[in-house]
């Protein structure tokens, strides 16, 4: 039997409060992450990422008591990013209840990070997030900083380099896509799925039932995240897993 698809709902969070915005700006308020984490418990997500937004453009690390509370009140895999930017940040983050820690700019600037967290705590706890936008020559460019730097780095040559230093999954967002509600870019998950054996998580562009199953399908993405979708309950968990589930994709379901 195939693996299950995961349905995963995406916490972006910023001063302490569950925000969503288009293409990582014009951010609005999406209300209380803890408060959202239980709700995407009970409705049967397969995992939550927590993302904190701004804490690596801060330059301050992330906030170790929403992940704490996040963590004691749901009982699905939590994965949880920004401004980790040591070993240890990343063991403060699993000693804190998170499952996985995603890591960004800290990757680009420290790729033997990479290699020592899987090292230290198993590859499968090692998540890399690349963030993306199409080059007007072809290709995608990574950004980092909460999609505020361009790096220069071409994202399919980063992908590949990102499985040979050790991590164990990608989450993959396209930076053009990220909000719009458009569609998942389906051309930039297949070409990293050319490239790289790893687990994707794709992310940015959800809009509905039909992106989910595209992503999946076509873009033959491990699982899909989304957040707007959710927060704004615009579709349920429930609703997605069934459309899901109808065209012959294998899902968790309770």
């Known amino acids: 039997m195939p693996l299950a698809k995961r349905i995963i709902p995406c916490l972006d969070v910023d001063q302490g409060r569950v925000v969503k915005g288009i293409q990582f700006v014009d ?3 999406a209300g209380d992450p803890v408060e959202q984490a239980q709700v995407y418990n009970r409705e049967g997500a397969d995992e939550l990422v927590f993302l904190d937004i701004t804490a690596t453009h801060e330059g301050r690390g992330i906030i170790h008591e929403i992940v704490r509370r996040t963590a004691e009140q749901v009982f699905i895999p939590l994965t949880v990013g920004g401004g980790i930017r040591t070993m240890e940040d990343m063991r403060d983050m699993l000693h804190a209840g998170a499952d996985k820690v995603a890591i960004n700019s800290a990757a680009i600037k420290t790729p033997d990070l990479i290699t020592e967290c899987g090292r230290a705590f198993g590859a499968q706890c090692v998540v890399v997030a690349i963030d993306v936008k199409r080059r ?9 900083h909460g999609g505020r730097r361009p790096t220069g780095i071409d994202g399919l040559q980063w992908a590949i380099e990102v499985e040979t230093r050790g991590a164990g ?3 993959v967002t396209s930076m053009d896509r990220d909000g719009t509600q458009i569609g ?3 051309e930039l998950l297949q070409e990293i799925d050319r490239r790289v054996q790893l687990p994707v998580i794709a992310s940015g562009g959800a809009g509905t039932v039909e992106h989910f199953r595209d992503a999946l399908m076509v873009g033959r993405a491990h699982a899909v995240l989304a957040a ?3 927060h704004f309950k615009q579709v349920t968990l429930s609703e997605v ?3 899901l589930h109808d065209s012959g994709i294998t899902v968790r379901r309770i």
């Open 136 to 144: 007007r020559q072809g290709g995608w460019e990574v950004y980092t």
């Open 27 to 29: 951010l609005v308020d």
């Open 169 to 171: 999954e990608l989450l």
């Open 228 to 230: 707007s979708m959710f």
């Open 184 to 186: 998942y870019d389906i």
């Open 241 to 243: 897993k069934q459309f």
